[in-house]
């Protein structure tokens, strides 16, 4: 996808195989940008429990349901060049045995990379 709408994201691509999904954003804001933007994210994800925020990546959990056990999603920071910023997004299931989740890790990086463009 690109051009979700908001004028500073480049682009967004999310793919998700066997419960884990991985997701990047590639947004038109600098790499200082993004923590600040990621904690006013998390109050738009009433599913998520952010649990980390540095400078470099962002932590958030997702809690149980009926189609999931949970998981872990793992936001990385990496500067493009001064004013662009690149945002990896992985997502794992709290059960390391999880074979499936019916598209739920692909939704909530979605989700989370979406809420995090709408803050920037």
């Given at each position: 996808?690109t051009?979700?709408?908001?004028a500073r994201?480049?682009?967004?691509?999310i793919?998700?195989?066997?419960?884990?999904?991985?997701?990047?954003?590639?947004?038109?804001?600098?790499?200082?940008?993004?923590?600040?933007?990621?904690?006013?994210?998390?109050?738009?994800l009433?599913?998520?429990?952010?649990?980390?925020?540095?400078q470099?990546r962002?932590?958030?959990s997702?809690?149980?349901?009926?189609?999931s056990?949970g998981?872990?999603i793992?936001?990385?920071?990496?500067?493009?060049?001064?004013?662009?910023?690149?945002v990896l997004?992985t997502?794992?299931?709290?059960?390391?045995?999880?074979?499936?989740?019916?598209g739920?890790?692909?939704?909530?990086?979605?989700?989370?990379?979406?809420?995090?463009?709408?803050e920037?």
């Open positions: 996808m051009n979700m709408g908001n994201t480049i682009s967004l691509e793919t998700s195989k066997r419960a884990r999904g991985r997701g990047e954003l590639v947004i038109t804001a600098p790499v200082a940008a993004l923590p600040p933007a990621v904690e006013r994210a998390a109050y738009r009433p599913t998520m429990t952010l649990t980390g925020v540095w470099e962002a932590e958030l997702v809690g149980m349901t009926w189609k056990f998981s872990s793992v936001l990385t920071f990496e500067p493009v060049d001064a004013g662009t910023t690149r997004a997502s794992t299931p709290a059960v390391p045995t999880t074979l499936s989740d019916w739920q890790s692909k939704a909530d990086l979605a989700a989370v990379l979406n809420a995090v463009a709408a920037l």
